[in-house]
């Protein structure tokens, strides 16, 4: 199975900060790099798959980077609707894998 | 508009299964996977299986195999999770989430609600 291991597990920023999490697999694979935003209560959102596209509707202040092991969410500049958990998923091959999550929290 | 619609909570006691739906509305049905994620409490998010309505093929999670079994209904555009053998530790919010068949790596674009399962004696 592929293990994908994010960093950090929590995090806290203040509105308008710039933020990366970071997402590394345990085996190389294809750009099938899937991140995933979820609130309280709410179902998980996708925001950016293959590695650095940004799913309709999502704001551009959302980018994806990586390759090969190693992967990055940006949130360029922070809002107050940001702060939730985000979640990369590899969906390269079974089982697709999650990482553990990143909390986003308000400084 | 595209939705996928969940089941109601259930609660069951150790030992016993649960079947839990999850209704497509708005697409075709037989052309995006459906995959099955479940989230304990307070914890992150597990990937349970997938499941292909066009051909009924399944892939399922190694920890769960022998206990899960998804199904589909292409008349209803309904796809099945039953788990079976059930333990305190499968107590979870369960989720059904799209991803198209065609073009692979374009992720899970939408879900559903969730349906909490309480195992419980």
């Known amino acids: 199975d592929i293990q994908m291991t994010q960093s950090p597990s929590s995090l806290s920023a203040s509105v308008g900060d710039r933020v990366t999490i970071s997402c590394r697999a345990s085996?190389?694979?294809?750009?099938?790099l899937n991140w995933y935003q979820q609130k309280p209560g709410k179902a998980p959102k996708l925001l950016i798959y293959a590695v650095s596209s940004l799913q309709s509707g999502v704001p551009s202040r959302f980018s994806g980077s990586g390759s090969g092991t190693d992967f990055t969410l940006t949130i360029s500049s922070l809002q107050p609707e940001d702060f939730a958990t985000y979640y990369c998923q590899q969906s390269y091959t079974s089982p697709h894998t999650f990482g553990q999550g990143t909390k986003l929290e308000i400084k | 508009q595209v939705q996928l619609v969940q089941s109601g909570a259930e609660v069951k006691k150790p030992g016993a299964s649960v079947k839990v739906s999850c209704k497509a509305y708005g697409y075709t049905f037989t052309t995006y996977y459906i995959h099955w994620v479940r989230q304990a409490p307070g914890q992150g998010l597990e990937w349970m299986g997938i499941?292909?309505?066009?051909?009924?093929?399944?892939t399922y999670a190694e920890k769960l195999q022998g206990r899960v079994t998804m199904t589909r209904d292409t008349s209803t555009s309904t796809v099945y999770m039953e788990l079976n053998s059930l333990r305190s530790e499968d107590t979870a919010l369960y989720y059904c989430a799209r991803e198209p068949i065609a073009v692979a790596g374009l992720g899970m674009d939408h879900w559903g609600q969730g349906t909490l399962v309480t195992v419980s004696s």
């Open positions: 499941i292909n309505p066009s051909r009924s093929s399944t």
């Open positions: 085996q190389i694979f294809n750009d099938y």
